[in-house]
């Protein structure tokens, strides 16, 4: 028997503005609420094909550059389309050294946490 991921924890300063955008970005919903956490996942909830993610409370960040990042694909349109909506939903570019000829945008959310924007388009699950 193996594992799966079921949730995604990322420690931020603001969870509200981190879930609003993450929600937009995914079609998520706000599944829980704690004093110091939100959770967000798909609209079925917690234990589905999508795994959550926790947006934690963290006054300052972790040291250190993270080592994780999310890479997401669209679903309903082709990626430039999707890039203008994530661009518009206040994501910002990212430069960490690509050479410009990658198939992938590397953005940022509202608190600069890197993600990628692939260019196959995915099936809505």
């Not at 934690?56 to 999310?70: A, N, Q, T, V, Y």
């Not at 203008?84 to 690509?98: N, V």
Request: charged share 35%; hydrophobic share 35%; with cysteine.
């Amino acid at each position: 028997m193996a594992c799966r991921i079921s949730e995604l924890v990322l420690g931020c300063r603001d969870p509200e503005v981190l879930a609003r955008f993450w929600c937009e970005v995914l079609d998520f919903v706000v599944l829980d609420r704690e004093e110091d956490c939100i959770e967000i996942g798909p609209r079925e909830g917690f234990g589905g094909p999508q795994p959550t993610i926790i947006l934690s409370r963290r006054d300052e960040p972790e040291p250190g550059k993270s080592r994780l990042h999310i890479d997401v694909n669209a679903t309903d349109r082709d990626q430039d389309a999707e890039l203008e909506r994530l661009l518009e939903l206040g994501a910002r570019p990212a430069d960490i050294g690509q050479t410009g000829e990658e198939q992938w945008h590397v953005l940022a959310d509202p608190e600069g946490n890197e993600f990628c924007l692939l260019k196959a388009r995915l099936s809505p699950l």
